[in-house]
């Protein structure tokens, strides 16, 4: 099974929230045909489209492919939430690659979190983006880890926007029982995915980005020039980028052996009263809690809960997508089960085995970056900067994002869906009991 075509018409944008609220793109021709550029791109998420944006602001000449439409993916769905950091705790990645280098990483990870409020900022993308991310402890017991972790951010990190969120607090700012303490990073924030993602290309075809939809790419050649084949054309450029994350497939074993597809579910109530969203989130912050299989959610502009819960490890996605994630979110606010839900909605993410980014140069002129884990609003829009820093000379970043240590699956393409599914059922148990 294509896990492009699985759950989704090709072209057609999945029934989201975001798409009904969206500033829509005029849609963009197949190719047909052969052309020559100096970067080929396939994928136009966050990835592709910075990439693009910044070559083209460096002349090159920057074609884009993707089998759907702009952000049709994990771009223009995902809960919007834009963190700080990596995916994963700065006291992880210290074991995991030393201080020095995690000092490094959470360098870039700040830089991350500007470019996306410096891209928002500059060009004037109407995203609706504000800040505030509140991570909210589901036990008791993670409470003292919470504190520590702030206080190690303060001392080694010198962030002082993150601070620790005791029980009485945040039984105060969310209109739950369900968590015990958290920790609020008010330089993280939250905004509208796909609009953002439209607002990219919008600058990225100012620039002179050429964009091809409804244009799956078949193969890629390890040549030079790279041959990048289409079902209707072909396009021979001297660099390519393959950005195309959960949705990468089959056409690069190598990055499929490191980055696996996992779908994740969202849905949006009908719009609430002030004083009803007020006592859900009362200071209109996002959250994620601390479940394996998170919980995350926010309020959209329009005062609609967007929640986000469930995952699956197949191709297709749940029968009836608002019912799978509404028991997620009745356990959190019960309060809600008269609401209507008007928007239910799916996507593939990409997941590593360590939940940290994946980039790699998998011949001289060819590039990849993906698996960012659920991070991919901040870490996707900056290594698309990042590759094209090393396409145009400047690899330090990318070395250094690069440098990660990012293990394969174990068991292939084969075993390896099998075996996420229980041990993810391990961790679904964990966080019941």
């Known amino acids: 099974m294509n896990v492009l075509f699985a759950n989704d018409p090709q072209g057609s944008y999945p029934p989201s929230y975001y798409h009904a609220t969206s500033t829509e793109l005029p849609a963009f021709p197949a190719l047909a045909g052969d052309l020559n550029c100096d970067v080929c791109i396939i994928g136009a998420g966050y990835t592709g489209l910075s990439a693009a944006l910044h070559l083209a602001q460096k002349n090159y000449d920057v074609v884009v492919l993707d ?13 919007g939430q834009l963190g700080i950091g990596l995916r994963v705790e700065q006291s992880k990645i210290e074991k995991m690659v030393g201080i020095e280098a995690a000092k490094g990483l959470w360098q870039l990870g700040l ?70 303490s958290g920790t609020l990073d008010t330089s993280a924030g939250h905004l509208h995915p796909l609009n953002f993602a439209f607002g990219l290309a919008r600058v990225a075809v100012n620039a002179g980005v050429r964009f091809f939809e409804k244009t799956e790419v078949t193969d890629i050649s390890k040549s030079d020039p790279a041959i990048v084949t289409g079902a209707c054309g ?16 089959k056409l690069e074993k190598k990055i499929a052996a490191r980055v696996m597809p996992v779908n994740n579910f969202i849905i949006a109530t009908e719009p609430l009263p002030q ?23 926010r309020l959209s ?3 609609r809960l967007l929640f986000g819960g469930g995952e699956n490890y197949g191709y297709k996605f749940p029968a009836d ?16 089960k008269d609401v209507n839900i008007d928007y239910g909605w799916g996507g593939t993410l990409a997941i590593t085995m360590n939940r940290l980014p994946y980039l790699n140069r998998l011949a001289p002129n060819i590039l990849t970056a993906g698996g960012y884990s659920g991070y991919g609003l901040g870490m996707g829009t900056f290594s698309g900067l990042v590759l094209a820093q090393a396409i145009d000379g400047t690899a330090s970043r990318f070395d250094c994002m690069g440098s ?30």
């Open 321 to 336: 997508i608002k019912s799978f994630v509404t028991r997620p979110m009745l356990e959190i606010y019960p309060q809600l």
């Open 301 to 303: 502009a329009d005062k």
């Open 67 to 79: 089998a759907h439409r702009i952000g049709w993916g994990a771009s223009g769905r995902n809960g």
């Open 404 to 433: 990660i240590p990012t293990k394969r699956f174990p068991g292939g393409s084969l075993a390896r869906t099998p075996l996420l599914v229980l041990a993810m059922l391990y961790y679904t148990l964990r966080d019941r009991f």
């Open 234 to 249: 072909k396009v021979s450029a001297k660099f390519v980028i393959i950005a195309c994350n959960g949705y990468l497939g």
């Open 275 to 297: 004083e009803k969203a007020d006592e859900l989130i009362r200071d209109d912050i996002a959250v994620a809690d601390s479940k394996f299989v998170i919980n995350y959610y």
């Open 111 to 180: 830089e991350a979190n500007q470019l996306v409020h410096d891209l928002v900022k500059q060009h004037k993308i109407d995203c609706d983006l504000k800040p505030g991310v509140l991570h909210a402890n589901h036990r008791a017991r993670f409470t003292r880890h919470s504190q520590q972790e702030v206080e190690h951010l303060h001392s080694q990190y010198g962030h002082d926007k993150v601070r620790f969120v005791d029980e009485t607090e945040i039984r105060q700012m969310l209109g739950t029982k369900a968590y015990f």
